[in-house]
């Protein structure tokens, strides 16, 4: 039976070890065994039994759920969902061969869980050096260094997850995650009073720890759900330096901008699974069929950052709907891009503009919903919404910006959204123009690439573009 197998905990033992400064020989004699065996364990060479996992607990003061773990659990599911990608559909890979591989080489499991998301990592820096930008690969762009960190790995990173549910924990027996909640954790914990200040008085600041006086300074114009996103900020800052630096490290980054940048989205990220913990939210998400101003309700947050949140709910073995998200302004750019649903979005150049984000504008604070098709075939549905950053104030500078949650059609049936509302027909959308051979888009900006223009000595089309069939 699966219960009587033995556990191998050789690299989460080494872990241990090293983050009490030990040595093999400093366990060893901790523990009442030999240096030898200590090495054995952590070689997977021997399993861990019941009686040395008590020994661990008392002599290190430590739970002993924490230091059981998952048994593999969370290395298979890693391992699993990896091994789904395409190129891998070609090979038998049994679920149960998938297990034991995890289970007794997690050393082996963690290089190819590397190895992968490096590829994956290589392969969005591809696609980033295209046609339209061939100085790229001369000068480092931050925010593509970012995007593609945070795409290499979905969006999705179990370690501050559990972080953040532990200092959620914390944070709810100290007064709740509210801000008065968070304000009360952070004197308890680390002596620091929270302030409200005049927009003034904080000069273009909306946080700042003040270390001489021991306090978190906070823009009394921010309202209830960014005043709490912020101390969640400050308490990731504080409590998670450790966990940005070890995910950090497996990153490829050229230029110190791109890094700070993404350890800027890591923080954010931790901030929010503190205020949205992901079991409570996972199963709040699914029981109100991923309503998000719902959801911000419940949990205290803005359109935004529950939207955001429902991103990143892709921890393996506890998968949600993949949702794809952007926010762009009334111009178009870009400000911030995240992908699990693997929607083929345009690195380079605008959306489409077919897309009802971009009307989003002309009704603010509505909830807009839209089938979407592409050249291809593929079906999605999308909500959008405009959402405000900053005011608080009279004269408080503010800007009004459009966000889209979209997923596969055959998930849409889970959200509230597509409750009720047939598919109908899908408005036909492109990736970007250059990308787009739909040849009677009225709305197309550019011809399509490797496409010839036809002459208009004699006939002119409706579409701004005429080009010849393939």
């Known amino acids: 039976m699966a219960k009587d197998r033995p556990v191998y905990m050789g690299p989460r033992l080494r872990r241990l070890r090293r983050e009490l400064g030990l040595t093999q020989a400093d366990m060893a004699a901790d523990l009442e065994i030999s240096a030898s065996y200590v090495a ?113 790995r979905r969006n999705s990173f179990p370690l501050l997850d559990d972080a953040g549910e532990k200092l959620a924990a914390e944070a709810e027996a100290a007064g709740g995650l509210s801000a008065g909640g968070l304000a009360a954790w952070l004197k308890a914990k680390h002596n620091l009073r929270v302030r409200r200040l005049p927009t003034e008085v904080m000069a273009g600041s909306m946080r700042r720890l003040d270390r001489h006086r021991d306090a978190v300074l906070l823009d009394d114009a921010l309202d209830g759900a960014s005043t709490a996103f912020q101390l969640a900020l400050q308490i990731a800052y504080l409590e998670m330096r450790r966990d940005f630096e070890a995910l950090l490290k497996d990153g490829q980054f050229a230029s110190e901008s791109g890094r700070r940048l993404t350890r800027r989205a890591l923080a954010s990220y931790a901030a929010a699974a503190i205020l949205m913990p992901y079991g409570a939210f996972a199963k709040a998400a699914e029981a109100r069929r991923y309503d998000v101003e719902a959801l911000a309700r419940q949990f205290g947050t803005s359109f935004e950052q529950t939207a955001h949140r429902l991103t990143t709910l892709q921890k393996p073995g506890q998968e949600r709907v993949p949702f794809f998200f952007l926010r762009v302004d009334q111009a178009g750019n870009v400000s911030k891009r995240l992908d699990s ?109 490797g496409r010839d223009m036809l002459p208009e000595d004699f006939r002119r089309t409706h579409t701004p573009f005429g080009f010849a069939d393939r």
């Open 40 to 152: 054995l364990l952590e070689r997977n060479q021997r399993p861990l039994t019941a009686d040395m996992l008590l020994r661990l607990a008392r002599t290190y003061k430590m739970d002993m759920s924490e230091l059981a773990g998952d048994g593999g659990a969370e290395q298979t599911a890693r391992l699993q969902a990896v091994l789904k990608d395409p190129m891998f559909a070609d090979i038998d890979l049994p679920v149960l061969a998938t297990g034991d591989v995890a289970v007794n080489y997690p050393g082996i499991t963690e290089a190819l869980l590397r190895l992968h998301t490096a590829y994956r990592e290589e392969q969005l820096a591809l696609a980033d050096q295209g046609a339209e930008r061939p100085e790229a690969a001369e000068a480092p762009d931050p925010v593509a260094e970012s995007r593609r960190f945070l795409g290499a």
């Open 341 to 449: 649903a693997g929607f083929p979005f345009a690195r380079h150049g605008g959306s489409c503009p077919l897309w009802s984000v971009h009307h989003a504008f002309e009704r603010p604070r509505e909830v807009l919903t839209q089938w979407l098709e592409l050249p291809d075939g593929q079906r999605f549905f999308s909500i959008a919404r405009t959402v405000t950053a900053g005011g608080g104030g009279w004269g408080v500078p503010k800007i009004e910006r459009a966000i889209a949650l979209c997923c596969a059609a055959e998930h849409a049936h889970k959200l509230i959204y597509a409750a009720g509302e047939s598919a109908g027909e899908p408005t036909p959308i492109g990736v970007t123009c250059r990308l787009c051979h739909r040849s009677q888009c009225m709305a197309r900006s550019a011809p399509p690439i």
